[in-house]
Structure formats: C-alpha cells, structure tokens
C-alpha cells in the first residue's frame, strides 16, 4: 500500500491560508495539547493538538505557534518549543530545538518556550484582531488574559492589546471541514489500514475468544503501517453490542452472537471510523439477519443522500425512515409510521444520530448548522461518517424474547463528491452474503 505524506509546504500553505482569512495586523495564538500522566512518572502518548498540527506539523508537546500578520497582510509565523537539551534527550527523546523549528518546520523565528510569557507581547501588541480560542484550556487561558492585561498597562507607552478577540476556530474549523486533496489521500489510506482491520477480524474470531483478543488482533494490523487506534476501540459481543461506547472489551464471544466492532486507525493525524457487525461463529441467525438487513437498508440508502443539494440531517432523516419501517415490519413498533417518528418512539431502539463530520479529530470540528440555523448544506471533500444502528436492550420486556441483545451498527467514512458519494471504507465486507462467504473461506476454525 502506498502510504502518502504531507510536507513543510503543505503546512505552509495552510497557515498562508489563515493568513488571508485572519485580514491585515492580525495575530492568531495556537497552543498544542499539554502532556498527559497515566499513572505515576508514565505519561499516555502523545498526540498534539489537531488545529495546532494542522498548522504547523510540529509533533512535539510544549509548543505555542503565533502568527502574526503585518499592514501589508504578510504572515511571520513564530514558533515557541523546547530548546534542545542533550539530557532531556537522552531520557525522553529527539527534539527539533529553535533551529530545527527554523529549519525543518518553516518557522521565521523560533524562541525557547521557557521564554513565551516575556516574547510573545511583542507579537501580540498594537494588533486589530486577536484570534484565539478560549475555552480549551484554562490554564492557557489565564496566561493568554495575562498578556493582555500586560498590554493594557502600556497603555500610556502608546501600547494596546487587540481591539477584538475572536475565536481562531471560527476560521481554522471552516478550512478543517473541508479536505484538500492530499487531506483526502490521508484519509484514504486510514480508511483502507481500519478496513484491512476489520476484515482481519472477521479471519480472527473464533468462538470462546475474549473480546481483547479480537481488539488485538485489530490493533496488530493498525501497527503494522504505523498507526494507532484513532479512539478506544468497541468491541462487544452480543448484548454488549448494545452498549453505545462499550469499550471494556473484556467479556468472552459466544457462538451464536454477533459481534459489533467499532474501530478505526489514525494514520498522519487523520482518522479512520468503521463500524461491521458480524456472527461470531460466522452464520446469521434469522432474528440477526432480519436486523441486520434493516440496518444495512438503512445505512445505504444514507450513504446515498450525501451529496450536493443536500444538508447534513439528510442522511439522519433517511436512517430514520428506514428504520422505523424495519421496526413495524419485525413487529418491534407498533403504530403509524409518520407519528412513531414524529414521536421519536424509534428511539427505543435508535437513540444516537447518523454521522458526525471526519477528519483529524474522530468527530470533527465544523458547525453542522449555519447562521440561520439550519442545517448546512453539503460541499464538496467534506468527509461524514454515515452509522446507523439498532440496539435492541436485552431487558426490553416490550419486544419478544427472541430479538433481545441484538445490537448492529454499520458505520462507514463518506467524502462528498458531487452527486457520487466516495465510500472510502468499502473494503470492509457488509453484505450478509459476503460476510458468510468470506468467514466460511477464511476464519480460522481452530
Ligand atoms: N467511533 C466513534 C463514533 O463512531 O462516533
Ligand atoms: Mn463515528
Ligand atoms: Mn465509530
């Protein structure tokens, strides 16, 4: 498989974007994620911050990018890392230091991060706009409202802080929501490392197997080109199928249940976010497959309503249809079918939406409606996950024995693309036919 990259250039090319979009004698303050302790002196890996790295490529933690922008428009784009420290190296790791930022990361200048409370005010001061998110993190926050108290107290030195603070995401966000052509590439490649997963569990299982077992063996192949799981990895057997975020993972697969997987890897940043529902023995039951046809319908036809001229609730609206007509049709509602929607009763058994944008973060930044408050419309290289379910609790005494514990979801990662939605996950086998196929071929029977 041909794994693409991105470059220095194409980091470039996006804080030029900003640039524009930030206006003339603008400054835009971007911080990365703050290092995270899982127990004792152990700290989970690190993963910097999506809008940051969009930004700059800079994987390392400590580090605050600004970019400022003069009366004429053009960009200095200031990055602020650790310094390089033979010691520290040794013990944690490789860092660029100042002159790599310059270097290697296309930096105008680059300054010790111990040094940012003293040389960022030279950047920020006598701006018009001030782009800077506030909200994610308080502690940045505060030194952020540091800086403009230090401004404001220079006042009579004919020093001002900005004369307007706005959110930087609500430029940064609307450039994330819509991916560039090498972004889609990215993105094909995470989809296509989570489908080779999904369909090397589907070879895996086997009866008795823990659910761990199977997260591992979807885990080997993400490690196999280099990724990690985009988010803790479902995986629920039978009635923990039902379970919407069940990630214990810890309980044994049983012949005759379906086993729902949930997992996705993200390879450069970007996310992949699949979702198959398969027999554990590798056989459908009748109760499994009237489900699961339903949810396959319904997933479908979803899939197809993303597209130009639509809004993003289309695909929901469509879910919604189909599901509750499956669900009059097995007998698990009862009523008409406008008014068990009207009413929401699907929600018994659908309680979740259709989708959520895609992109370096597994939900991704994006409003999902404009100004007017309504859903907004389609564009083209925006990426959706289409996910339809139907969970049926297995202390539901309101339906027949029979259906209880069934829990099916069916996920795929769609670009839009004009009238032609691109199924980036269609590797991942969905047919029940091809499912029972494939199994029959290829599962391990010991
Ligand atoms: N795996 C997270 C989601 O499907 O939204
Ligand atoms: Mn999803
Ligand atoms: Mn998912």
């Not at 490789?94 to 003293?118: C, K, M, P, S």
């Amino acid at each position: 498989m041909k794994l693409p990259v991105l470059n220095a250039e194409d980091f470039k090319q996006r804080r030029a974007k900003l640039a524009k979009k930030m206006g003339k004698n603008s400054v835009a303050i971007i911080a990365t994620r703050a290092e995270m302790l899982r127990n004792g002196d152990a700290d989970y890996k690190y993963r910097a911050e999506s809008s940051f790295y969009y930004l700059t490529g800079f994987a390392e933690p400590e580090a605050v990018a600004v970019l400022s922008t003069d009366n004429t428009g053009k960009l200095d784009y200031i990055l602020f890392c650790r310094e390089r420290n033979r010691d520290m190296e040794i013990w944690n790791g490789y860092r660029a230091g100042l002159a790599g930022a310059v270097e290697d990361y296309h930096a105008d200048q680059a300054f010790a991060i111990t040094d940012l409370d003293q040389e960022i005010l030279q950047f920020i001061q006598n701006k018009d706009k001030l782009y800077y998110r506030f909200g994610k993190d308080h502690a940045f926050d505060h030194k952020v409202t540091t800086w403009c108290k230090a401004l404001y107290d220079q006042h009579r030195q004919g020093v001002h802080a900005a004369k307007s603070i706005i959110p930087l995401d609500s430029i940064l966000d609307e450039m994330r929501v819509i991916k560039s052509k090498k972004e889609l590439d990215l993105m094909r490649a995470a989809a296509k490392i989570s489908a080779k997963a999904h369909l090397y569990a589907m070879q895996k299982i086997r009866p008795n197997m823990m659910e761990y077992q199977l997260e591992a063996e979807i885990n080997y192949i993400f490690g196999q080109y280099g990724c990690v799981p985009s988010y803790n990895s479902i995986v629920g057997g039978g009635a923990n199928g039902c379970i919407l975020h069940y990630v214990e993972n810890n309980q044994a697969l049983k012949s005759g249940d379906l086993v729902l997987i949930d997992a996705g890897c993200e390879y450069q940043h970007y996310a992949g976010d699949i979702t198959r529902t398969f027999p554990v023995n590798g056989k459908f039951t009748a109760e499994q497959k009237a489900v699961y046809e339903v949810v396959l319908n319904a997933e479908l036809a979803a899939i197809e309503q993303v597209k130009l001229g639509n809004h993003y609730r289309k695909p929901h609206e469509t879910t919604v249809k189909i599901l509750t007509e499956g669900l009059i049709d097995l007998g698990l509602l009862k009523g008409e079918l406008n008014e068990l929607i009207e009413t929401e009763k699907y929600r018994q058994f659908f309680m979740h939406g259709t989708g959520h944008w895609l992109g370096m973060d597994v939900h991704d930044v994006g409003d999902y409606k404009n100004d007017a408050g309504e859903w907004r419309a389609y564009e083209n290289n925006m990426v959706v996950t289409i996910e339809p379910g139907l969970y049926i609790a297995p202390d539901d005494m309101t339906v027949d024995e029979k259906w209880r514990g069934i829990g099916i979801r069916i996920e795929d990662d769609i670009v839009v693309r004009g009238d032609n939605p691109e199924n980036m996950t269609v590797d991942a086998i969905k047919t029940i036919a091809d499912i029972e196929y494939f199994m029959a071929e290829h599962t391990c029977k010991s």
